[in-house]
C-alpha cells in the first residue's frame, strides 16, 4: 500500500467519528463552501470522502471535465427540462389536418414517409406541409403540447 492510501484510509476513520457538526465543518474546509442544509450524514461523509480522495489521487482528467462540461447546457434556475424527443414505433401513422387537408404521415425505423415520398424527419414532412420552419414533433402533437 503506498503512503496515500494509508493517509486516506485514516481520514476515512477519523470522519466515521465525527460529529454532524463535525462534518459540516469538514465540509466547509475542504469544498470551501457551506453544505446543502439538507444533505444526510451518509451524503456529506461521500462529499468529505470524495475532496479527500481527489487530493491525495487526483480528480477528473481534463478531457473528462471537458466531456461533462459540454453534457449539460445550463439551464437556468427553476426551468425543467422536457423529454427530448418522444419515441414513435415503426409502422406509427400520424395524422395532421392542416389548412382544410388531411396529411398522413407513416413512420419507418430511418424516418417518415409521406405522400410516397421518404423523408430524413418529421420537421422536413412539417416544413412541406407549411412551407413555414416547424418542429415536426410539434407540428404532428408529440411534445405535450396543444395546438
Known amino acids: 500500500m503506498t503512503s496515500d492510501a494509508i493517509d486516506v484510509a485514516a481520514e476515512l476513520t477519523r470522519l466515521e467519528v465525527l460529529t454532524n457538526f463535525e462534518l459540516r465543518s469538514e465540509w466547509r474546509r475542504l469544498h470551501g463552501m457551506q453544505p446543502p442544509k439538507s444533505l444526510s450524514r451518509d451524503l456529506l461523509l461521500r462529499g468529505i470522502t470524495y475532496k479527500i480522495q481527489e487530493r491525495a489521487f487526483g480528480g477528473l482528467s481534463k478531457s473528462v471535465l471537458r466531456r461533462l462540461s ?69 407540428f404532428f402533437g408529440l411534445d405535450g403540447r396543444s395546438k
Open 70 to 138: 459540454g453534457a449539460v447546457p445550463d439551464v437556468p434556475r427553476g426551468v425543467t427540462r422536457k423529454a427530448t424527443q418522444a419515441l414513435v414505433k415503426p409502422g406509427t401513422r400520424l395524422v395532421r389536418e392542416w389548412n382544410g387537408q388531411t396529411h398522413t404521415v407513416l413512420v419507418h425505423t430511418d424516418g417518415v414517409e409521406w405522400r410516397g415520398k421518404r423523408y430524413r424527419s418529421l420537421s422536413v414532412v412539417a416544413r412541406e406541409i407549411t412551407g413555414a420552419h416547424w418542429s415536426g414533433p410539434r
